[in-house]
């Protein structure tokens, strides 16, 4: 194996399960920093700001840094600043996005939106559906920031937020721009806040169909864990395969 000089890790899946610490994870990270290798924890997770995401881990004994954190709320942001400063928002999300798009000064509300942006909601309910549908109907762009259909938890697989963000595709008939993993919209600008260059970076995650394809799209090389979504079975269908496997990080710890 290659001696990788920094790392992207995803968390759900890899890190934990809902609020279940996934084992060999602290002892994973603290390697990472015992031999000062960057590393960013890089999540289409849009629900929490990266104090909070930073909180979690560390309450589960990964050690975090909030500025270790980046998400698709972040990315989100930082895509629709850069199109449009001045841009109104309709927000269908959490905490994490709202914090997200108010922290690049951009404007939130309910009616004459330049852009739609569809996170992870566990509040969702038809009234804001139906405006999210009415902004996209009157020409507003129409963003997701990401496509995950399933979340694992530790009660086993939920509805993700592409399961949300495909009520108002099927209603416009519009389909999304898609800002997380696997698109690189995110991983252009992870990479970009790691430092690092991508021959030397690896992508760790559970799931083929973001952590691992969005490796691959960026020219990483890739690391599936088998503790979360994609199983073993799963991973033989796919013609492109990751660079490496291993059952837990435990394997590849011994190796680090």
Not at 85 to 97: C, F, I, Q, S
Not at 103 to 123: F, K, M, S
Request: some cysteine.
């Amino acid at each position: 194996m290659k001696n990788y000089q920094a790392y992207l890790v995803d968390l759900d899946g890899t890190m934990y399960k809902g609020m279940q610490c996934i084992e060999d994870a602290p002892a994973f990270i603290q390697k990472l920093k015992d031999k000062r290798l960057p590393h960013l924890f890089l999540t289409n997770n849009s629900s929490l700001t990266q104090s909070q995401i930073a909180d979690k881990l560390n309450g589960m004994g990964i050690s975090a840094e909030e500025n270790e954190v980046f998400t698709s709320s972040m990315a989100t942001a930082a895509y629709i600043k850069q199109q449009n400063p001045d841009a109104v928002v309709y927000a269908v999300g959490e905490e994490g996005l709202l914090t997200a798009l108010r922290q690049e000064g951009l404007t939130i509300a309910d009616e004459h939106a330049d852009y739609v942006v569809i996170g992870i909601d566990r509040d969702i309910n038809y009234e804001k559906l139906a405006k999210a549908c009415l902004n996209v109907r009157n020409g507003a762009q129409f963003i997701s920031t990401n496509g995950d259909i399933a979340i694992p938890t530790e009660r086993g697989l939920l509805p993700g937020n592409g399961a949300i963000t495909s009520v108002v595709s099927t209603s416009t008939g519009k389909q999304p721009l898609v800002i997380g993993k696997p698109e690189s919209g995110i991983m252009d600008q992870a990479i970009k806040a790691l430092g690092a260059l991508r021959e030397e970076t690896l992508m760790v995650g559970d799931n083929y169909d973001t952590d691992i394809l969005a490796g691959m799209k960026a020219g990483l090389d890739t690391l599936m864990v088998f503790t979360g979504l994609t199983t073993v079975e799963q991973l033989k269908t796919y013609a492109e395969q990751p660079t490496y496997t291993v059952q837990t990080l435990k394997e590849w710890l011994d190796n680090l």
